[in-house]
């Protein structure tokens, strides 16, 4: 079916209107994008109207041309780059002249989708109501599935039929429909249709528990209470720990050196140095395990304990125990 005839001047005067709100719209698009992103974006915003505007320009050629599958066709293409109300009335106009009811209605639909309070919304919301009832008499009706966000698999009684946003002629009546969407729990819903009007189903997706803990894991790094500080305090209790062994070894070596020694002299020097390694080795072993002990109790301390874990310091005669409790 095809809506009533329009004089070719008032068919000119609407696409002029449509033109003008298009590059309107675009224009007053471009400094947000600017003020938003920046530089790059406001480079890329500016590429994009400007592929919008010359699509635009060709499928008003088309439609002079009386090209209307063209015409319908490049509109596309700039709605698709830039999407805008304007756009969306032209791609019905086209299809109107293609005598595609189903592609008319859809666009019509989603014009006052977009702009509700448009000057002509009375005059479109009457093709509307055409369209639908013609619809009717060949026992469909339109639907209209809006997810967000969008790119949901919808299945209407079971039989997938696309990726949303989609739009469906459907027999009227009783409906269930599945949205799915890897990363977001499945929607399940039931509706009726009506035999006379087009309706929207829409749907707000909701992210599942595991996709939403990662996509906020993923975003930051867990927290260490001490930083590198327990590495740096076990380092250096190797170090003090190696150079104590070190020291006892030298030690020996001088308690050797002095049990062979033949002049008293030298005696003597051996014992000195002999009991210099060992306060030295005795110096750094003490140190060392200072330092291991520290280092020890920081890393635990460092960890991220569950709520059902606890650190246990108790004292000992001459000394401390670290343990972990956890309870089950």
Known sequence: MQCDPKSRLEVWQRRGIAHASLVLSLLA????????????AANTAVQRRTQAEAKYEEGVEAYRGARYADAARLFLEADDISPSAA????????YEKLHDDAQTLRWYRNFLRLNPRATNAAEVDGYVHSLSAALAKQGFQQLTIL??????????????????????????????ALLSRRGFSDFNSTFVLPRATPIDLTASLQATRSSSQAASEAGREPRRR???????????????????????????????????????LDYGRDIDAMNARQTTARVLLGGGAVLAV?????????TRLTPESRAVVAGVPGGATLALERRF
Do not use: K, M, W
Request: with cysteine; aromatic share 6%.
């Open 294 to 302: 520290t280092g020890a109790a920081l890393l635990v301390f460092n």
């Open 226 to 264: 001490f930083g590198i500080v327990p590495y740096l305090t076990l380092g250096a209790a190797a170090a003090c720990l190696g150079g104590a062994a070190i020291f006892e070894l030298s030690r020996r070596s001088a308690e050797r050196s002095a049990a062979n020694e033949q002049v008293q």
């Open 87 to 94: 756009l969306s009335y032209n791609i019905a106009r086209a």
């Open 29 to 40: 698009a471009g400094p947000r994008n600017a003020l938003a992103s920046g530089a790059g």
């Open 147 to 176: 997810t967000s966000p969008p790119g949901a698999t919808v299945a209407i009684d079971g039989t997938p039929l696309g990726v949303s946003p989609l739009t469906v002629e459907i027999r009227p009546g009783n409906h269930s």
